[in-house]
């Protein structure tokens, strides 16, 4: 078992300064060749890092420990808050993990990069459910939106089956949602609708699933209905060439935009006699 010795760096100072204790940093890490372990005491690894390159190899041998000196709530963002160990700022927080710290309590480093890690969850998980408050979206659009942000793709993952196991995000309901919202607003053809889903990251059964049920015929004659206003005064030719292209268009297959426009101009036009 190795021997362990634990000694303060000050404020300010630099492993470097401990390196001259023994002479030298190749004297330093003779001591771990001999089974000794050293612990340092450090405030600011990142100062320290800086000083010199020699010291900044030697500083990931060592474990740097503070303590909390304020937790100040942030001027531009009351819910947050700036946390500074031994006087300098280390990191914001959200008031979830602010509110878990007080002043006095000492971290290490790990306690620290566990912050660190917690903090940038919870900034992308709060990310992920603002993109989610206008409407659901697929596991796909949410990964997506989170690597824009900036996010990296494993923690924006993290977020995802996260939100997932908590039943905010839902591929098989967001598939019928979509299809539903389409038919209502917006109809489409089974086909324009898969590629759509296909898109959005979702698998073939949940397409097939939410898809599986549309009348095409019934959802031309929706999107047609409409559209038909625009073209009543032209004659019969010309308002089945616009209309069945503005189907076409929204993927139905020529036939069925063929009988839907004829259907919409027969019933104006029976109307009108």
């Not at 963002?77 to 914001?92: Q, T, V, W």
């Not at 824009?148 to 019928?176: H, S, W």
């Not at 073209?231 to 069925?256: C, H, I, N, Q, T």
Request: with cysteine; glycine share 4%; charged share 30%.
């Amino acid at each position: 078992m190795p021997t362990r010795i634990v000694f303060p760096i000050p404020l300010g100072k630099c492993i470097a300064s401990v390196c001259l204790i023994y002479h030298s940093a190749d004297a330093l890490e003779s001591f771990f060749d001999n089974g000794i372990a050293l612990q340092a005491v450090c405030v600011d690894a990142q100062q320290c890092a800086s000083r010199s390159n020699r010291c900044g190899l030697l500083q990931q041998r060592f474990l740097f420990m503070g303590k909390i000196t304020a937790i100040e709530p942030q001027a531009r963002h009351p819910n947050r808050f700036n946390l500074y160990i031994d006087e300098h700022f280390a990191i914001g927080l959200s008031a979830i993990l602010a509110a878990k710290l007080r002043v006095g309590q000492t971290l290490d480093d790990a306690d620290v990069k566990r912050l660190e890690d917690t903090e940038a969850f919870e900034s992308a998980r709060e990310k992920a459910l603002r993109f989610l408050e206008p409407r659901p979206r697929s596991s796909t659009e949410v990964k997506q939106h989170l690597v824009k942000k900036k996010i990296a793709g494993p923690m924006a993952e993290r977020v995802v089956n996260r939100l997932t196991e908590a039943g905010l995000i839902d591929d098989a309901a967001f598939a019928k949602y979509w299809v539903e919202n389409r038919e209502q607003f917006k109809p489409r053809a089974a086909r324009a609708l898969r590629f759509e889903l296909r898109r959005k990251g979702l698998e073939s059964a949940e397409i097939a699933a939410a898809v599986g049920e549309i009348d095409e015929s019934e959802s031309a004659y929706r999107a047609g209905s409409a559209r038909a206003q625009r073209w009543l005064s032209l004659d019969r030719r010309a308002f089945m060439e616009k209309l069945s292209a503005f189907l076409v268009r929204r993927g139905f297959g020529y036939s069925v935009a063929k009988d839907a426009a004829q259907r919409l101009w027969n019933e104006h036009h029976s109307i009108e006699s």
